[in-house]
């Protein structure tokens, strides 16, 4: 059994239980954030914790820990659950709600005190950086029908999850999303990025996307290996169009995709920038 962190105190999962006056819990109203670690070594820690620090300030909830604390926690997890997920391959997951009230109000209750809840699951393996070992995925297409502060990690994931699950309905890996322009915003849980002509383009951040910690560490491993890569908006056509098309998260570090709303992406198969590109990556990623 898995060991999890609730509110100083870590215990097994199936232990941790908050009040269903929990704010998370009746509003949604809270922070995430999902660190993943390869053997114990964090990626991306600097920005998880920064990017958590500004979501919580976003919505008014004091953050609860600093930048060590929340890293002696994550250590701890990873430490107490390697027997449990023996592969090494670990992703720490954090939540902060604004806490437990005595009663049902919409408005931000005063003197409470945060619930921090963190537990441990096992991840997949690093993405292997040859383009005949990897998977690639196939996506649907669908219009954004999410909230206009998207750059906040709110656990408020309703409609995340409904565009997800288009694509698990359509039986496919992911949901990339565009806006009332046609201009591609994200997928349901991924950053987006797209290869024309040896050029790698993803959307700039701004209220409609997330600014994904895998996608600023891409980005800057990219321009460390001399790939060209541009933050500039695309639309759905430059998209189905594009040469290669990756996803970009936590957990699936850089996923090249090969099929979008049944158009074939290129070739068909993996391209040999997204080879060069995850290498980089790779390289650079716990650097960051």
């Not at 954090?94 to 441990?120: E, L, M």
């Not at 383009?131 to 206009?148: G, I, N, T, Y």
């Not at 430059?238 to 970009?248: F, G, H, K, Q, Y």
């Not at 090969?258 to 590109?277: F, L, P, Q, S």
Request: charged letters at 20%.
């Amino acid at each position: 059994m898995t060991i999890a962190f609730l509110n100083g105190e870590f215990l097994p999962l199936a232990e941790a239980k908050i009040s269903p006056m929990d704010r998370g819990f009746l509003f949604g109203d809270g922070i995430y954030e999902v660190i993943p670690t390869y053997l114990g070594k964090p990626v991306g820690f600097a920005g998880h914790t920064a990017r958590m620090a500004q979501g919580l300030s976003a919505i008014g909830i004091a953050n609860p820990y600093d930048s060590e604390t929340w890293r002696d926690i994550l250590n701890q997890l990873v430490d107490k659950n390697r027997d449990s997920i023996s592969s090494g391959n670990i992703g720490i997951y954090f939540h902060v709600s604004r806490g437990t009230d005595t009663k049902r109000f919409h408005a931000y209750p005063q003197n409470i005190a945060p619930t921090v809840f963190g537990f441990a699951f096992e991840i997949a393996p690093p993405q292997p950086t040859s383009r005949e070992d990897v998977k690639p995925f196939k996506v649907a297409l669908q219009e954004d029908k999410r909230w206009q502060r998207c750059h906040i990690k709110s656990t408020s994931l309703l409609g995340n999850v409904m565009h997800f699950q288009a694509g698990v309905d359509a039986g496919v890996n992911e949901t990339i999303l565009y806006n009332s322009e046609g201009l591609i915003t994200e997928a349901s849980s991924c950053n987006v990025f797209i290869v024309k002509d040896g050029v790698i383009m993803t959307p700039p951040l701004n209220h409609q996307l997330l600014p994904g910690i895998t996608r600023a560490i891409a980005i800057e491993a990219f321009s460390r290996a001399n790939l060209d890569i541009k933050e500039v908006w695309f639309n759905k056509e430059d998209l189905i169009n594009a040469d290669e098309v990756w996803l970009s998260s936590s957990s699936k570090e850089l996923a090249p995709v090969v099929e979008v709303d049944n158009h074939t992406i290129g070739t068909g198969k993996v391209g040999d920038v997204w080879e060069r590109a995850i290498k980089a990556y790779h390289a650079f990623k716990f650097e960051a």
